[in-house]
């Protein structure tokens, strides 16, 4: 199975809104929608941000939303703050009964 | 609180068997509603998921590790485990273990990681 496809990098200045979308196939993003985001900071352990394609865990900000489209997802962080400055990684459930993440994208709070 | 944390030794030979186990605290592994996987990350680049079990004992794995891959769960001590045979500096990586929602299947608890280093 290939990974998802992500942007290697995007940037925003703060107050702004950016978008990180995830490209996959009609095996995977396609098929369901059971697209995750998860967020990591240099030496952490991923954190999980968005489940479903757009459900947000309790305890994270109403600032990170999620969304689908055929076989891109994407995830929206608006009213960016330094403090998002991370990693964010794409994960979708697939019909092979697996998992596969896509590349990463770095975020730079400009 | 659920907990997982990762344990094994850090530095394993070429060739030889990687082994990494998962102890989860404040929960039952032995659940219908959980997976429990294992996620690796090679210095700077991204996650790669290697494979997950359920509590019945069915495996799934990535097909590019699968046929060097074991994963297996031991409820008595809250407990799932990791083997990678026949390693290589490219299995060089932080070793995640984590949970996932069944059959929602995303991860919401993760371990701190543990880095398994291949040298000789």
């Known amino acids: 199975q290939s990974a998802l496809t992500q942007p290697a990098s995007v940037s925003g200045s703060p107050g702004q809104s950016i978008t990180i979308s995830c490209t996959g196939t009609s095996s995977d993003v396609g098929d369901y929608n059971y697209v995750s985001w998860y967020q990591q900071h240099p030496g952490k352990a991923p954190k999980l941000m968005i489940s479903e394609v757009s459900n947000r865990p309790s305890g994270v900000s109403n600032r990170f939303s999620g969304s689908k489209s055929g076989n891109t997802a994407s995830l929206i962080i608006s009213g960016l703050q330094a403090e998002d400055e991370a990693d964010y990684y794409c994960t979708s459930y697939t019909s092979s009964s697996t998992w596969v993440f896509g590349g990463g994208t770095k975020l730079t709070v400009l | 609180q659920l907990q997982l944390q990762e344990s094994g030794p850090g530095l394993v030979k070429p060739s030889e068997t990687l082994s990494l186990t998962c102890t989860v605290s404040?929960?039952?592994?032995?659940?219908?509603?959980?997976?429990w996987g294992w996620i690796r990350q090679p210095p700077g680049k991204g996650l790669e998921w290697i494979g997950s079990i359920y509590y019945s004992g069915s495996t799934y794995y990535t097909p590019s590790l699968k046929s060097r891959v074991t994963i297996s769960v031991d409820t008595s001590k809250n407990q799932f485990s990791l083997k990678l045979s026949s390693v290589t500096a490219a299995d060089t990586a932080v070793y995640y273990c984590a949970k996932a929602v069944r059959p929602r299947y995303y991860f919401d608890y993760w371990g701190q990681g543990t880095l398994v280093t291949v040298s000789s």
């Open positions: 404040g929960g039952s592994i032995n659940s219908r509603s959980y997976y």
